[in-house]
């Protein structure tokens, strides 16, 4: 198995709170993610990085930021939860084209925004 | 704009038959992988198969197998002798810009009926 560790598992928050969630790998992969999966939806991306300090947008980005300063961990915030960011979020790494192009994910993190 | 469509949201097969997922996608890459991903109730994200665009040949793994038609964009998953463990939800995905980001589908839930 691929080393992610998400943490926390899962966190329960009121609106309006930030809210940091946490990726860490042992694989030295040089792309991680971050999706969210929502009923209906499947997986959206949300960011994704390329590298330490290189990061960039998904499709659903809005009121997330993103931070990597090491190769192994990159970090999800929510400045300030809505209850729209309650949701299952699952981070990813991949060791890009160079491999199989292949993402290996985390158990998956469980917000509630109350 | 996402433009991957798996247009079954639910699908139910009889144990021991066989059982056809579809998805179809959008890319402008030429050479790329496409991939299934299964999720039980675990919620753990597993990688059933991967199809290597630039190959003719479908891929196959034990019991599951793709039908891949690249001019058509379209990239089916079979399930023969279907088994209780099956029963999952059923991603498929592609690669969109620089081939380094995956798009997912919204997924099939499939039950495997006794």
């Known amino acids: 198995d691929a080393g992610i560790t998400q943490s926390p598992r899962h966190k329960v928050t009121e609106t309006g709170t930030p809210v940091t969630l946490r990726c860490h790998q042992t694989e030295n992969h040089r792309y991680m993610y971050w999706y969210r999966q929502d009923p209906g939806h499947g997986l959206r991306l949300i960011h994704y990085?390329?590298?330490?300090?290189?990061?960039d947008k998904g499709e659903v980005s809005d009121g997330y930021s993103v931070s990597r300063s090491k190769t192994e961990d990159f970090l999800l915030t929510l400045e300030s939860a809505t209850s729209s960011q309650t949701s299952v979020y699952f981070c990813?790494?991949?060791?890009?084209?160079?491999?199989?192009?292949?993402?290996?994910f985390g158990e998956g993190s469980r917000l509630t925004v109350l | 704009a996402q433009t991957v469509t798996q247009s079954q949201p639910e699908m139910s097969v009889q144990e021991a038959e066989t059982v056809t997922l579809s998805c179809t996608y959008d890319?402008?890459?030429?050479?790329?992988?496409l991939f299934w991903y299964k999720q039980p109730p675990s919620r753990q994200m597993i990688l059933v198969i991967r199809q290597e665009a630039y190959k003719q040949q479908n891929a196959t793994e034990n019991r599951f197998s793709v039908n891949f038609q690249k001019a058509a964009k379209s990239f089916s998953l079979k399930i023969s002798d279907s088994q209780l463990g099956d029963a999952a939800m059923y991603f498929c995905a592609y690669p969109t810009i620089g081939n380094e980001k995956l798009t997912f589908g919204t997924g099939t839930r499939l039950t495997i009926i006794p």
């Open positions: 990813a790494i991949s060791a890009g084209q160079g491999g199989t192009g292949e993402l290996f």
């Open positions: 990085s390329y590298g330490v300090k290189d990061t």
């Open positions: 890319t402008s890459e030429s050479d790329y992988y």
